[in-house]
């Protein structure tokens, strides 16, 4: 027997609801109140590589796009100088030095953290994971990536584990073309073959060995390298995508949190990428530009799939990266007019590229000068989603809701950072900074960002009272990561 159906005549529009039926399916909208939240991260992005930040050399007018519609960030800052203490920084709303990850293949995210997919995963979202992962390895029993099988076995702490239910993830960097393949061959300065930096795609009947980084899904779940081929951005949202769709069918929120390799070496673009810059000085900046403009075709396409399935609006769609660009002055990542690269705690390693598009809640474009973090978006979530923290360890982030809002403009608290012998605070007019040299803290430094952002002009002998006061909240700040470094939160 065929099911009834109810007719329903609103506002002049004529509704017709077969009984049984999940309402999104009529509709073809998603009708749970709650926030869908997707975080994307890039490898390495370059805070001048985009061009909402005045940057020139690279097209992304997918991002550019999405940046006239969004809160924009001019003072955006990942956790950390590298990739895995940062992203650690978005799972915990924690500062890296606390949960023990602290550099770049070092550590993993502990059982005891609570991350953001245990939080909304409790209050009935479905949780994925797409792309890199670099917070512990993903298998036990196979030697590859940097650290994953038997030698790596102290350090297994996959997104499984975590309380994410669908991982299509690596442990840490693959090319961002074929990502499971490299040249068969090294030669020293010519781009056609292997190197650090990248090559040209490679061709058919080249000679080809693997890469020796895979992706799993699961538990011994390794999926089968051959059938990856082609720009890995694309085979990232190829699968987050339908993660996506297949959560709204069931008429359930989701987090999904994309983390794309590009443009971290090596880089690798395909030919309708490279073929865009034609006036590249050599093969690493067409490649390099290449894989940005490929990253940027998935953001736009990932905006209209949102828009498809008629969930734009109450989608809160995140964008930035780990970490300032690779390498030197000369190098293709741009660091805009900032003082230093990744690893650096000047402003060119840490502020980077920052989005956030949530047309149910921002309703005009606008840029802020606020300083906010990847620490700062699990703070942000939990308010959303209305999770409380089952006890009272120390969030480094603050909830951007009140920014979102317009309710203020000023951060209530300084963002404390730390990374291989450097130390920084960074207020909302000034920052200290502390290098290293020979292994040992060098003197402080006092800058006022609102006029100085290149970080040129130490006033520490003008201002000796801001730097006292900085000072001392950094002292107080530092021992409680102390504290929490030695296990005492859980």
Not at 254 to 277: C, Q, R, S
């Amino acid at each position: 027997m065929s099911q009834p159906l109810i007719v329903i005549v609103t506002c002049g529009f004529t509704l017709l609801a077969v009984i049984g039926a999940p309402v999104s399916q009529v509709l073809g909208v998603k009708t749970s109140l709650k926030t869908n939240i997707i975080l994307v991260m890039c490898d390495d992005l370059g805070w001048g590589d985009v061009g909402f930040n005045g940057g020139e050399k690279i097209k992304t007018p997918q991002l550019d796009k999405m940046a006239s519609q969004s809160l924009v960030f001019d003072r955006f800052y990942a956790a950390s100088a590298v990739c895995s203490p940062t992203r650690g920084s978005v799972v915990t709303g924690r500062n890296p030095y606390r949960y023990g990850i602290v550099n770049a293949n070092k550590g993993h995210m502990k059982s005891e953290e609570v991350t953001i997919y245990e939080a909304l995963k409790s209050k009935g979202y479905c949780t994925g994971h797409f792309g890199k992962w670099h917070l512990g390895t993903l298998t036990k029993t196979v030697k590859e990536s940097n650290r994953g099988g038997p030698k790596g076995v102290k350090d297994y702490s996959p997104p499984w584990e975590h309380g994410v239910d669908v991982t299509f993830a690596t442990e840490a960097k693959t090319p961002t073309y074929d990502p499971m393949v490299k040249p068969g061959a090294t030669v020293k300065g010519d781009f056609r073959k292997s190197s650090q930096r990248g090559w040209w795609p490679i061709r058919q009947g080249d000679a080809r060995v693997s890469y020796n980084t895979y992706y799993w899904t699961g538990p011994d779940q390794m999926v089968n390298p051959t059938t990856l081929a082609g720009d890995d951005s694309k085979i990232i949202m190829d699968r987050a995508i339908p993660f996506i769709e297949k959560c709204v069918k069931s008429d359930k929120p989701f987090l999904a949190v994309i983390w794309l390799h590009a443009p971290h070496l090596p880089v690798v673009a395909g030919k309708e990428h490279t073929n865009l810059y034609p006036n590249a000085i050599d093969a690493y900046h067409a490649n390099y530009y290449g894989c940005v403009t490929a990253v940027d075709d998935q953001i736009g396409r990932l905006r209209k799939a949102l828009r498809d399935m008629g969930i734009a609006e109450n989608t809160l769609l995140a964008f930035t990266s780990d970490n300032g660009p690779e390498g030197k002055t000369g190098d293709p990542g741009s660091s805009a007019n900032f003082s230093g690269r990744k690893r650096s705690l000047k402003e060119g390693g840490i502020r980077v590229p920052g989005l956030i598009e949530w047309p149910a809640r921002i309703k005009q474009t606008r840029r802020t000068a606020f300083p906010a973090g990847t620490m700062d978006y699990f703070p942000t979530i939990m308010k959303i989603t209305g999770f409380t923290m089952p006890d009272a360890r120390p969030i480094d982030g603050v909830s951007l809701l009140p920014l979102i809002d317009g309710t203020i403009n000023e951060r209530p608290s300084p963002i404390g950072f730390i990374y291989a012998g450097q130390s920084s605070l960074i207020g909302n007019q000034y920052k200290i900074y502390r290098g290293k040299k020979n292994k040992k803290a060098k003197e402080w430094e006092l800058y006022d960002l609102s006029k100085d952002s290149s970080e040129k002009n130490n006033l520490v002998a003008e201002k000796p009272e801001v730097l006292s006061k900085m000072t001392k909240i950094f002292d107080t700040w530092r021992k409680s990561v102390d504290q929490s470094a030695q296990g005492k939160d859980y």
